[in-house]
């Protein structure tokens, strides 16, 4: 869902740029604040699921990327929607480092992680390459909001915080600081 944030866009910016009359500045950042949010804060969210928990890292990145999913779809301006796009990126980033601690914990057998990991990254390829295809299609026959309201997508954040593997016991005495 993450990955696939960030190619739904760039499939969408026509339709959306004209819906909110937005300018060509404004276009560049609804399409690259995300990514720009996403890649700025990347250690400091791996850092912070060392020190808080990874479970309670990744849930509160599941809920801040749905609400600005919903904060997207609604977006009366481009520049509610490019500040909707920055908080999804603090969402999606808050969700990414602690997946695979996650796979980790619920797969304690070396076969079993080894699938989960496959899956993991299976899951993300998929959705960086062939994303855009089925939702693009829609998009010019029905308008930009279909970027954003996607309840299959919503579907899978909740079922994504029901499998978020096991309660972690207590926190770590030592964290993993990136520096």
């Known amino acids: 869902m993450v990955i696939l944030d960030v190619t739904i866009i760039n499939v969408a910016v026509p339709v959306i740029g004209r819906e909110l009359s937005a300018s060509l500045t404004g276009i560049r950042w609804i399409t690259n604040g995300y990514t720009l949010v996403f890649a700025g804060f990347l250690p400091t969210a791996g850092a912070l699921g060392d020190r808080l928990g990874n479970r309670r890292v990744f849930c509160?990145?599941?809920?801040?990327?749905?609400?600005?999913?919903?904060?997207?779809?609604?977006a009366p301006s481009s520049l509610v929607l490019v500040?909707?796009?920055?908080?999804?990126?603090?969402?999606?980033?808050?969700?990414?480092?602690?997946?695979?601690?996650?796979?980790?914990?619920?797969c304690p057998a070396p076969a079993a992680r080894s699938w989960a990991f496959g899956l993991w990254g299976?899951?993300?390829?998929?959705?960086?390459?062939?994303?855009?295809?089925?939702?693009?299609?829609?998009?010019?026959?029905?308008g930009g909001e279909t970027a954003g309201r996607d309840a299959v997508t919503a579907r899978l954040r909740r079922r994504a915080v029901q499998v978020a593997g096991p309660r972690p016991g207590p926190a770590p005495t030592r964290a993993n600081v990136v520096t």
Not at 61 to 73: E, I
Not at 125 to 140: F, H, N, R, T, V
Request: proline residues 7%; neutral net charge.
């Open 83 to 106: 500040v909707a796009r920055l908080v999804g990126g603090l969402g999606a980033v808050l969700i990414v480092p602690g997946s695979p601690a996650l796979s980790r914990q619920a």
């Open 122 to 142: 299976s899951m993300a390829d998929i959705a960086a390459s062939a994303g855009p295809l089925p939702k693009g299609s829609g998009i010019e026959d029905v």
């Open 60 to 74: 509160s990145g599941v809920a801040v990327f749905t609400v600005s999913s919903v904060a997207c779809a609604l």
